[in-house]
């Protein structure tokens, strides 16, 4: 069935001028933008966004990073579009990243890696309304 998932191109790829690129990509690969818009993150609500890994070692290191600079988080809607955008955007590791994929092609490293991609439709959601009201979303 048709569904969502969420994304926001980060900082490094916001600042490296591949907004245009990675929506390019997006679009061609089937999927529909359903709500975008470009904001920065404080620390602490990049932290809020990242509170999964809180336990994690590179958490403050994330939280700085991902309010370094603009991003653009977007809305997008496919059929299997939680998985079919893992595919297109590759491994978190660039270096492990296939060819073609977003990662492959823009992420500068592990953490630097270009975009991001709901793992699941619980959490799609979640992100979405992060960002986005309902009645924001067309
Ligand atoms: P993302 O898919 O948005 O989800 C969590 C983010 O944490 C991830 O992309 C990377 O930006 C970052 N990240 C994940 N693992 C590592 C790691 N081992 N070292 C540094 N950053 C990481």
């Known amino acids: 069935a048709t569904n969502l998932t969420f994304t926001m191109i980060k900082p490094d790829a916001v600042e490296g001028g591949h907004t245009g690129a990675i929506i390019k990509l997006i679009e061609e690969a089937g999927f529909r933008i359903v709500a975008i818009k470009k904001t920065q993150l404080t620390p ?3 932290g809020q966004f990242y509170a ?3 336990e994690r070692p590179f ?3 994330l939280r700085t990073y991902m309010s370094s600079g603009a991003i653009v988080p977007m809305i997008l809607e496919k059929e299997n579009a939680v998985a ?3 595919k297109l955007i590759g491994a978190t590791n660039p270096a492990q990243a296939e ?3 977003i990662r492959k092609l823009y992420a500068k490293s592990m953490q630097e ?5 709901s793992d699941s439709d619980e959490n ?3 992100e979405a309304s992060f960002f986005f009201a309902t009645t924001d979303r067309y």
């Open 44 to 46: 602490e609500r990049a």
């Open 52 to 54: 999964v890994h809180r």
């Open 59 to 61: 958490y403050n290191d």
């Open 84 to 86: 079919d955008f893992r």
């Open 99 to 101: 060819e073609g994929t």
């Open 113 to 117: 890696n270009a975009v991001h991609g």
């Open 124 to 126: 799609a959601e979640i």
